[in-house]
């Protein structure tokens, strides 16, 4: 389905069209989901958060200015209830620490990553998500999948510049030391 | 950063998108669009007053208030703050003890018809109106 711009779907709705509203939904559901995810690597939550939110949004639509993109609003609503619910669930969101290891990633992995076919990467990279700390997997999300800059990061997660690079590069890292992990054992249990 | 690195977060980026996102239940936006429907179904009781019923009654009780403790001529009492000069008269209540004369039994079974026709009257009225709405 083509969809108009996120602007002409606000207006309806400010104007109290709720089906206008519905295809807003529609046309963000996947990335607001996909998001939560990340963050709470639960599927009944992570829907549970993503449609709070997008009943947050509904109801603070008048207050949405259009200063920022959609998106960036949208996120902001769902990183904030995300976060909220995995600090009452475990008391803790995971530290940013500022020192990042260098990366040394074997050309052998890289190589064999690309030679798997895509579904199976498709899944080995969303195991791999999953098992990132809950602030890095967002991060890697929001910048590579939502396709977001670092400025935009910022406003949705409010941490510092640095701290989104640190993440960036931490997430980044982490990812192919899991990757290199899941396919050890898979050659172990090939063997 | 150097160019190897650039190349690695090329290729994890790749993977990344490729990945895709993933899909929340079928009814995901139905259920939305159901709970904002339903809430704003939802009885709103609104006073049966408005603010500026309100406002009005208010000023109108204020200006009794003020009238009655600032204004009324009272004697020689001269406002609220000489309360303490305030004579208050000898009441006799012996005169008022007295009971009004009871009204024959004729006054008392005329008027009695004649409400009850009033209500019979109004009552006929109404009901002949909601027959023809109906």
Redesign the interface.
């Known amino acids: 389905m083509p969809y108009q711009d996120d602007l002409f779907y606000i207006e309806e709705t400010k104007k109290g069209d709720?089906n206008a509203?519905?295809i807003l939904?529609?046309k963000h559901?996947?990335?607001a989901?996909?998001l939560a995810?990340r963050i709470l690597k639960h599927?009944e939550e992570?829907?549970e958060v993503?449609?709070d939110a997008?009943?947050k949004a509904?109801y603070g639509i008048h207050s949405f200015e259009g200063n920022s993109k959609f998106t960036t609003w949208l996120y902001k609503i769902i990183f904030n209830e995300a976060v909220g619910r995995q600090r009452r669930k475990k008391n803790k969101w995971d530290l940013i620490e500022n020192e990042v290891a260098e990366?040394i990633?074997s050309q052998d992995l890289?190589g064999g990553?690309?030679n798997l076919l895509?579904q199976e990467?498709?899944e080995l990279?969303?195991k791999g998500?999953e098992r990132l700390k809950s602030n890095e997997s967002a991060v890697?999300?929001l910048?590579?999948?939502e396709e977001q800059s670092i400025k935009e990061i910022q406003e949705i997660t409010t941490y510092s510049e640095s701290q989104v690079k640190i993440l960036l590069h931490r997430g980044?890292k982490n990812?192919?030391d899991i990757l290199q992990k899941i396919t050890n054992n898979e050659l172990i249990n090939l063997l | 950063m150097n160019r190897e690195?650039l190349n690695?977060?090329d290729?994890?980026?790749k993977?990344?998108?490729?990945?895709?996102?993933?899909?929340?239940?079928i009814n995901?936006?139905e259920?939305?669009?159901n709970?904002?429907?339903s809430q704003q179904q939802q009885t709103i009781y609104q006073p049966v007053i408005s603010p500026i019923g309100l406002r009005i009654i208010t000023t109108c009780i204020l200006s009794i208030c003020i009238y009655v403790l600032f204004f009324l001529p009272s004697g020689e009492s001269e406002g609220v703050w000489s309360l303490k000069n305030i004579k208050f008269p000898n009441i006799h209540f012996a005169e008022y003890l007295f009971f009004p004369p009871i009204p024959s039994s004729n006054i008392i079974l005329n008027s009695s018809l004649l409400a009850f026709s009033i209500l019979l009257f109004f009552s006929m009225l109404l009901w002949s109106r909601r027959i023809n709405k109906a």
């Open positions: 709720l509203f519905g939904i529609q559901e996947k990335y989901f996909t995810l599927r992570a829907e993503a449609q997008f009943m509904y990366t990633i890289l990553i690309e895509a990467r498709k990279i969303q998500m890697l999300t910048f590579y999948l980044r990812l192919f | 690195e690695h977060q290729q994890l980026g993977w990344i998108k490729e990945s895709a996102h993933d899909h929340p239940s995901f936006s259920t939305i669009i709970t904002i429907a």
